[in-house]
């Protein structure tokens, strides 16, 4: 089975700096990649997705991943983050054999201060 | 257009009871799928549907876990003789056919006493 390793289970971070969430995923072959984030009491939201072609993939709110076959990574970043970026955020991957199944990371809480 | 919902938002039960679970997906969206996520965890995939039936249901964690969609709409993923280990919060989501998004409801928070 696929797995998905987020490092960081907390990332503070000062308003308006940059930030990075790391994530790096288990898989031998094609992957889709996800980010999503979960607001305090709300359901999880797509944030965005590799599904193939540019490795640059930009998302909602300002997000961006880059995936990084060699490194098996699909890091999120942020160049400015807001107070309203606090969140949790979870990467995951869809199984490379069993299209409808996903696996998730067990999250990052970013906690941005002013 | 409404997004996917989940009743009952919190449900306390005693240990070696019996709940339901509902979830009322996207309107027009054939894919289903429940999820468990426990503290301090990602979600934890438990079933699939693709219209009524239950395309995958290998993340179940035993026959006490059963779920159903009986007119390709509505699911209940109903848990038996329920145990501590259950508490959790149960998310639900669900996709158009062949999609790879899936729009995640709020959860239902179940803890066992």
């Known amino acids: 089975a696929q797995s998905v390793t987020q490092l960081d289970s907390q990332v503070p971070v000062f308003e308006e700096a940059p930030v990075e969430l790391r994530c790096n995923y288990s898989?031998?072959?094609?992957?889709?990649l996800f980010w999503y984030v979960q607001y305090p009491n709300q359901g999880l939201q797509l944030l965005l997705k590799y599904l193939s072609g540019s490795t640059l993939v930009k998302g909602i709110n300002g997000f961006e991943a880059e995936f990084n076959k060699s490194q098996t990574s699909f890091h999120l970043r942020k160049p400015s983050v807001h107070i309203s970026d606090t969140a949790e955020y979870f990467c995951?991957?869809?199984?490379?054999?069993?299209?409808?199944?996903?696996?998730f990371g067990s999250g990052t809480k970013l906690n941005v201060k002013p | 257009g409404a997004g996917v919902s989940q009743t009952p938002s919190n449900k306390v039960t005693e240990k070696g009871k019996y709940v339901e679970l509902r979830c009322d997906p996207i309107s027009g969206h054939t894919a289903l799928y429940w999820y468990r996520q426990s503290l301090g965890q990602g979600p934890e995939f438990l079933i699939y549907?693709?219209?009524?039936?239950?395309?995958?249901d290998s993340g179940l964690p035993n026959d006490r876990f059963f779920a159903v969609r009986p007119e390709g709409s509505v699911s209940t993923l109903k848990i038996q003789r329920t145990e501590r280990g259950d508490s959790a919060v149960y998310l639900c989501a669900s996709a158009r056919d062949g999609g790879e998004t899936q729009y995640f409801g709020p959860g239902t928070r179940l803890l066992v006493l």
């Open positions: 995951a991957v869809r199984d490379e054999y069993n299209f409808n199944k996903f696996y």
């Open positions: 898989s031998s072959v094609s992957v889709y």
């Open positions: 549907f693709q219209g009524t039936g239950a395309a995958d």
